[in-house]
């Protein structure tokens, strides 16, 4: 916390790309509205059905097609001219506000580690697929056993007697997306003598192969969002290696280290929360049959609430600039992730306690209702998932605050 | 003079629009004429070490002349009445070591009522007395004349002045003629510290104007309801700064202090609650730059700029430094550590306000959810 002067020219840098940004954000709410597919609920994203998938996929790859989506890769590959990083915030911020469906893992992580780390046959082979909606990716990242301790991993990936590829065994959880993901972006052991982080490897998998099993998880919401992978004898070959053998580590922390600035459109979900939350609040009944928005109590804990959502916003909008100018402190993301999560958080207790207090529900409100009690369950799943906001607390302790690992 | 008087005096006019480059500064993007403020801020006040003892100067009138020349009172005056123009962003700044230094006087105050006295049409007593206080010659605290506040026939009271005794001049608002009362002189008023005397850091009282005394001030609406807003901004600003001051110090202590062989500060009970404190501290050190940096857009902008300000640092600040008592254990509970100095400083700042339900009912105004009756 000791006074952190630093010189930089974020001011000029956004209102020079000002103009710019808003004339791509109108380009892109236009081209959304009225086409994207939308979401089911709040991490509700594996498709009810074939035919949803069939939108999904059309919908992701028109999102490519029109120079949005993968934006920002190298002009072979399809990305855009004129392409700057804010773009991809602007992205995710207006398919938030439109509610329509976007992507995850298969363009955040598996796309700019194969474009950063993949030969030139991986590229080939891999990169239009996504673009064309073909391949959607999952990671096969966390264990049982790893969790947020992620280099505590233990799934083997050894020499296979038969050929020069691995024999790959193990478990895998929490995988978003594997059910119908066509790829999967593997972090296995290859060499169990080096240490924790050196003797991993990353491997492109082809999720239909023989000794590859996808369980769904039915999670406390009722939906079956996480998947566990059981791999049992799969077969690599030495071209799903991506990247060095034993580099593993570094390739997928570069990639989740790609789009940082998505971590902006955050604070546009949590607007659109708290109005959900004003929405509840007027639909809600008490008792007395007045609306749970009439009572000060109730605009006090709203009042309240809105606050910590312009803490929020400004937090996250002041790592984007700094992200922006490629100036940012190892804890900004932290910072940003514990903040967001938590008022999440927040926000759904809040909006229990409205939901409790109600005597009654109109239909339209019910609907609202519905979405609270899904919405809260959900938020304890980016508490819990992408670092829990422990691992958060320690990150800030030790590289905001500079005290010992605890 | 200081870096910023002279800066601002070298182009008259051009003010601020001159400045080119920012700088990040305890999580803010400012510009380079308020980090030049702030450092002369700090080594006046000898601030400079922030993990220092801090400690309560009650002669704060001997040296105010002095952070005067600083262009402290002037930051919030029109350029024309020898001002830097409307700078919420310095005068937030300016608030914020003021508060970390527990200066003793009535600076969100002071800055309003300079705003507002600015802003008289053809006054010359404003005039005056505002050239005075430009100057650092005099002091003018500012209050509302409450509409609860009758005290006899004809007597009207002022709760929770900030500054008095150490005025010597009060603008009050009055509320129910939406105009200002001017008293010039400490005899024009009466006043009653009794009952604020928790926060052992500043001075305050009930006013009550002496019959016939007060000089009414007649300034536009805007003018009246931005002196408010800045009043209430200010207050915010004072008690953030404590926050940071008091965080930074705890931190310090927590990665000194040892208990079972290791600093307090690794362990996850203690650094865990620190990290939500410093990311809570920055919510609202930025959610307070935000109000200041748009403090002259549109009056509903402004307010519930302010209202979101006052909401998260007087529910805020005085739980956080709560907490921050509790890590710092047995010492912190002593008088000569001086935390407690922040805690009631932080609980004044609120009250000066009525926050947090003041701000609470601002924004249920501004956002709508009072329109259902």
Redesign the interface.
């Known amino acids: 916390?000791?006074?952190?002067?630093?010189?930089?020219?974020?001011?000029?840098n956004v209102v020079e790309a000002g103009a710019d940004i808003e004339a791509y954000r109108a380009q892109v709410r236009s081209f959304i509205a009225g086409r994207g597919v939308p979401m089911q609920g709040e991490g509700v994203r594996v498709p009810r059905d074939a035919e949803e998938e069939k939108a999904i996929r059309g919908w992701l790859r028109s999102l490519h097609e029109a120079g949005h989506l993968g934006a920002g890769w190298p002009a072979e590959w399809g990305g855009r001219a004129g392409h700057l990083p804010i773009h991809d915030l602007v992205l995710m911020e207006e398919l938030i506000r439109g509610d329509a469906y976007r992507p995850l893992d298969q363009v955040m992580l598996a796309a700019h580690a194969i474009i950063e780390f993949g030969t030139d046959t991986q590229k080939r082979e891999l990169l239009p697929r996504i673009r064309a909606g073909e391949h959607v990716w999952c990671q096969l990242f966390s264990e049982p056993e790893a969790g947020s301790d992620l280099a505590s991993l233990r799934t083997r990936a050894e020499p296979d007697p038969d050929g020069d590829g691995y024999l790959v065994t193990g478990q895998k959880i929490w995988s978003t997306d594997a059910q119908w993901a066509d790829m999967g972006l593997l972090l296995a052991r290859t060499d169990p003598a080096a240490g924790r982080h050196a003797g991993l490897t990353a491997f492109v998998v082809p999720m239909g192969l023989p000794g590859l099993d996808v369980r769904p998880i039915r999670e406390m919401t009722g939906y079956a969002e996480f998947c566990e992978v059981f791999l049992d004898g799969v077969r690599l070959g030495a071209e799903h290696v991506l990247g060095e053998v034993n580099s593993g580590w570094k390739v997928i922390t570069s990639g989740l280290a790609s789009e940082r600035a998505f971590v902006g459109a955050n604070a546009v979900q949590l607007e659109r929360m708290f109005d959900d939350l004003?929405s509840l609040?007027?639909t809600a009944r008490l008792p007395d049959g007045s609306?749970a928005?009439?009572h000060?109590d109730i605009?006090?804990k709203?009042?309240?609430a809105?606050?910590?959502v312009?803490?929020?916003r400004?937090?996250v909008r002041?790592t984007v600039?700094r992200i922006l100018v490629d100036d940012e402190h190892p804890s900004d993301g932290p910072?940003a992730k514990?903040?967001y999560s938590e008022t999440n958080v927040a926000l759904t207790e809040l909006a229990m306690e409205i939901i409790a207090s109600a005597a009654s529900i109109d239909a339209e409100g019910a609907e609202v209702a519905d979405r609270w009690h899904h919405n809260f369950l959900w938020g304890r799943a980016l508490t819990i998932s992408g670092g829990a906001s422990?691992i958060?607390?320690?990150l800030?302790?030790r590289q905001?605050?500079?005290?010992?690992?605890? | 003079m200081s870096m910023f008087v002279s800066a601002s005096a070298a182009q008259p006019g051009a003010g601020v629009d001159a400045v080119?480059?920012?700088?990040?500064?305890?999580?803010v993007?400012t510009t380079d004429d308020v980090?030049a403020l702030r450092d002369a801020l700090r080594g006046a006040l000898g601030t400079t070490r922030?993990d220092l003892a801090p400690a309560v100067d009650a002669d704060w009138r001997t040296s105010w002349p002095m952070l005067a020349e600083l262009g402290l009172p002037a930051l919030c005056a029109p350029e024309e009445k020898d001002g830097f123009g409307l700078r919420a962003d310095a005068a937030v700044a300016a608030a914020t070591e003021l508060g970390a230094a527990l200066h003793g006087g009535p600076f969100a105050g002071l800055t309003a009522s300079v705003h507002a006295l600015a802003h008289a049409a053809d006054d010359p007593v404003a005039d005056a007395l505002l050239a005075g206080v430009l100057t650092g010659r005099r002091v003018c605290a500012f209050g509302r004349l409450g509409r609860d506040g009758r005290v006899g026939q004809n007597e009207r009271v002022a709760r929770l002045v900030d500054g008095v005794p150490g005025a010597d001049a009060l603008l009050l608002l009055d509320d129910s003629r939406d105009d200002l009362v001017l008293l010039l002189d400490p005899a024009d008023w009466t006043a009653d510290p009794s009952r604020h005397r928790f926060d052992i850091t500043r001075t305050c009282a009930d006013v009550m104007p002496v019959a016939g005394r007060g000089h009414r001030v007649a300034v536009p609406g805007d003018a009246a309801r931005r002196a408010v807003a800045l009043y209430e901004l200010l207050l915010a600003a004072d008690a953030v700064g404590g926050v940071?001051r008091m965080?930074?110090r705890t931190?310090a202590y927590?990665?000194q202090r040892q208990a079972f062989g290791?600093?307090i500060?690794?362990?996850?009970a203690v650094?865990?609650r620190?990290?939500?404190h410093?990311?809570?501290?920055?919510?609202?050190t930025?959610?307070v730059?935000?109000a200041a940096r748009r403090f002259d857009d549109e009056p509903s902008q402004t307010r519930r700029d302010v209202?979101?300000a006052s909401?998260?640092v007087s529910?805020g600040a005085p739980r956080l430094l709560h907490d921050l008592l509790q890590l710092t254990g047995g010492i912190g509970f002593t008088w000569e550590y001086g935390l407690h100095f922040y805690e009631r400083r932080a609980h004044q700042d609120a009250r000066l306000a009525a926050n947090?339900?003041a701000?609470?009912?601002s924004?249920?105004d501004v956002?709508g959810?009072?329109d259902?009756?």
């Open positions: 916390m000791a006074a952190d002067v630093r010189t930089n020219d974020v001011q000029a004003v609040a007027r609306a928005l009439e000060e605009q006090a709203l009042a309240d809105l606050a910590r312009e803490e929020v400004l937090i002041d600039e910072v514990l903040a422990e958060m607390r320690g800030i302790g905001l605050l500079g005290l010992p690992r605890a | 080119l480059t920012t700088t990040v500064v305890d999580d993007v980090v922030q940071r965080l930074d931190v927590a990665g290791r600093p500060g690794g362990f996850q650094q865990h620190l990290a939500d410093a990311v809570r501290a920055r919510g609202m930025l959610v730059a935000e209202a979101l909401v998260s529910s947090p339900r701000a609470q009912r924004l249920a956002e959810w009072t259902g009756r």
